[in-house]
């Protein structure tokens, strides 16, 4: 299929001396392939032709002008207009790959999370995927014995051939040592668990503890979870899950659960996403 290979050339193109942090492809999702082609026929079956149809208007425009004003044709002033549009179309394609990249990089972490996480579901685990908060969404939201979990899934790439960690400290998160936008996730997480702690807490119920976690997958972070939120890799997040002790009943779990589903199903609908 044409998208499975355009998107596996964007997979493995990387910035240089770089790589993606996860070594193995994550499972498709319901309806991906649908998905797929579903937007690759909107580009390649509307958006080609209509880019077509643009074209050609433009140029019958241009000789309806001339028609009309009998002038010659002025092909240094064409040429050069074509050149500078040009310019301005490389730069910024350039710069919407850089996007697309770094959002089919995002795409793999969000689904090698969710393959992890399904390991919970014969533990007595709900996951609800990419829920809208306001002006974000929640990566994932587990609910079960141990309590309420919001999950934010950060991919960063490695460095080539050198040791690569994070660390979670009083200061904020590190990565090799340095700060950067790592430290915009804890504040995510923040907001995120407590967007859902008042989703639930709307019809009078008991305000539940949801504990907030930001993910990197395929990293080796350090982080004791003493703090507000915890900074784990996709490997010990169900292993400290699976650690803490029950906090829920199945009969809450089923409640949280119907609650968090109605609400994600009626945010959905009222988007432009189909």
């Known amino acids: 299929m044409k998208m499975d290979t355009f998107n596996k050339k964007c997979y493995n193109k990387t910035v240089k001396n770089t790589r ?22 909107i580009f390649e079956e509307i958006g080609m032709w209509l880019f077509a149809l643009g074209m050609v208007a433009m140029f019958a425009f241009l000789e309806w002008v001339r028609w009309f004003r009998d002038v010659p044709p002025h092909p240094y002033v064409s040429s050069s207009i074509f050149l500078l549009l040009g310019v301005f179309v490389v730069i910024h394609v350039r710069r919407v790959a850089a996007k697309l990249r770094n959002y089919d990089l995002g795409l793999i972490g969000e689904r090698y999370v969710a393959e992890r996480l399904n390991e919970l579901r014969t533990e007595g685990y709900h996951i609800i995927h990419d829920i809208p908060c306001g002006r974000m969404n929640i990566d994932h939201v587990l609910v079960g014995p141990a309590g309420i979990f919001t999950i934010e899934t950060k991919m960063a790439r490695k460095e080539v051939d050198r040791l690569n960690e994070i660390t979670h400290t009083d ?3 590190l990565m090799n040592g340095k700060g950067g936008w790592c430290g915009k996730a804890l504040w995510e997480a923040g907001k995120e668990a407590e967007y859902l702690r008042e989703i639930l807490a709307k019809d009078g119920s008991t305000c539940l503890h949801v504990q907030p976690i930001v993910v990197y997958p395929g990293w080796f972070v350090k982080d004791d979870c003493s703090r507000k939120v915890w900074v784990l890799n996709d490997r010990y997040l169900v292993k400290k899950i699976r650690s803490l002790p029950l906090a829920l009943s199945p009969e809450n779990i089923q409640c949280i659960r119907l609650k968090i589903e109605a609400y994600a199903r009626q945010k959905t609908a009222e988007s432009d996403y189909v």
Request: proline residues 12%; glycine residues 8%.
């Open 171 to 173: 200061n904020g998160v």
């Open 20 to 41: 993606s942090p996860i070594n193995q492809t994550p499972l498709r999702n319901p309806g991906d392939a649908l998905f797929q082609k579903r937007t690759w026929m």
